[in-house]
């Protein structure tokens, strides 16, 4: 569905707009979002009547009249998610309707601007999407996934300037993130761009082929940093860069291409070849190295866990070894990066998960307990350590650990529900019944879906 500008609607409806908008003007925000919810039902593909209408629901909600009204929104969204999120799969037109009616009363809600960005997706209205990535990726500017799938929303949109400011933040932030570095990577190779071509590219009327003079350089840039190459087109770059590398040996670029390339093919062992020679070539240590080696060799792995046939004797005691020779590797390989970057507290945070999931709860407590003084990983650290606590009994101290990350923890989203429900649980433990339904109510009346606390709240008035 092709989105469409203002000068494409029918008269009728540019009249509607044009009262709305006036509407706006007069801070008679109610009329104005009637009306334009009212346009969008007929057109949904109008992105300016969209974007007006978020102007206009986020500055009702930042009115003092609407304070109760946003009370009351929270407990009539719940069953609106779950009906928007059932629409998405039959229809996409409809789920934006129900995303809307959530979103004219509490403009920030998360649930609903997922729903607007699958649906958007879905019907290919890209402009549509990055109003409501923007959002999510304001509510939780550390939710990398987000904030990544709004930078390549903004620079399928043709703001590629914009992205890659978003995308260098992050990366500053996370700099050892391989994702965040090749999705960098990504948007900074479409800054090569004319200025001009973002334009058409924007209002859905060129493309990046149109965009570059030379057909071939096209080719070649969007062969080079499309996230899922082709086999075809995997093979020839390496090809490429291999014979780069004979007449420049020590280029660490192609080194490290090459390693992408063959991880991409799942030829681990020739990708751990190409990393080593980064390691040779630059000598001293370098934890960004480390962890992608690490990484790649989890990989490996893991795909070793996916080749073995499940109808086999031995597949239990295959599958087994296998995850507990990954275990002993990573454990082995993190605490050799904690040795020799002792005060890399992000380190400290991946050992603190690997003790963790090994059940090795006393280790764990002590690197989270380091890790906690990382603000990038602080909120984090803090809920892993509260459920070492819960795990060793010791639930006061689990109890006010949790309450110290919620309070830190200023957007409500899924982090958030998650050290809620904890936290809840943890009073369930200490027969706190009335402390633990009020963490339960306050996902409830955002999340009704979430985990088992729909069953617990309703419980709680039988």
Do not use: W
Request: charge should be negative; hydrophobic fraction near 40%.
């Amino acid at each position: 569905m092709a989105e469409k500008n203002l000068n494409e609607l029918p008269r009728d409806l540019r009249m509607l707009h044009t009262k709305a908008t006036d509407a706006i003007a007069r801070e008679n925000y109610d009329y104005a979002i009637d009306l334009l919810n009212q346009i969008l039902s007929r057109e949904p593909a109008m992105h300016e009547c969209r974007r007006t209408l978020r102007g206009a629901q986020v500055r009702r909600a930042g009115n003092s009249r609407g304070m109760f009204k946003k009370f009351l929104s929270g407990a009539s969204a719940s069953p609106l998610v779950a009906k928007g999120q059932l629409a998405l799969r039959r229809d996409p037109v409809e789920a934006l309707q129900v995303a809307e009616q959530i979103l004219n009363s509490d403009p920030n809600n998360s649930s609903a601007h997922r729903i607007v960005v699958e649906a958007a997706t879905a019907l290919e209205m890209p402009r549509t999407a990055v109003l409501s990535l923007e959002i999510l990726a304001a509510n939780s500017p550390n939710d990398r996934d987000t904030v990544i799938r709004f930078a390549n929303a903004l620079a399928d949109t043709g703001e590629v300037v914009r992205a890659e400011k978003l995308l260098a933040e992050l990366s500053a932030e996370f700099p050892a993130d391989n994702d965040i570095s090749l999705a960098l990577k990504n948007i900074s190779a479409r800054k090569t761009m004319e200025k001009g071509g973002y334009d058409a590219l924007a209002d859905g009327k060129g493309s990046y082929r149109d965009i570059l003079k030379d057909e071939k350089e096209a080719v070649a840039l969007e062969q080079q940093n499309r996230q899922v190459k082709t086999e075809d087109t995997a093979e020839r770059l390496i090809h490429e860069y291999e014979a780069r590398l004979k007449t420049d040996p020590g280029n660490l670029k192609h080194l490290r291409d090459l390693a992408e390339l063959y991880t991409q093919k799942k030829q681990y062992d020739r990708a751990l070849e190409y990393y080593e020679k980064i390691r040779s070539s630059q000598g001293g240590a370098d934890s960004s190295l480390d962890r992608s080696i690490a990484e790649t060799t989890s990989r490996k792995f893991d795909h070793e866990l996916s080749q073995l046939d499940p109808y086999a004797p031995e597949f239990a005691e295959e599958t087994a070894r296998i995850h507990a020779a990954k275990q002993a590797y990573q454990l082995a390989e993190c605490q050799k990066r904690a040795d020799h970057f002792p005060t890399d507290l992000q380190i400290r945070f991946e050992l603190g998960q690997i003790f963790f999931q090994m059940g090795k709860i006393p280790e764990a407590m002590k690197e989270f307990q380091k890790a906690k003084d990382n603000p990038h990983r602080r909120i984090q650290a803090l809920g892993f350590l509260g459920q070492c606590f819960a795990r060793r009994g010791i639930n006061d101290l689990a109890a006010s650990t949790l309450q110290d990350a919620i309070k830190e923890k200023l957007v409500f989203d899924d982090e958030k529900k998650e050290l809620l429900y904890l936290l809840g649980s943890v009073y369930e433990k200490m027969g706190k019944r009335d402390d633990a339904i009020a963490q339960f109510k306050q996902i409830y009346a955002a999340d009704v879906g979430y985990k088992d606390v729909a069953e617990k709240v309703e419980a709680s008035y039988a």
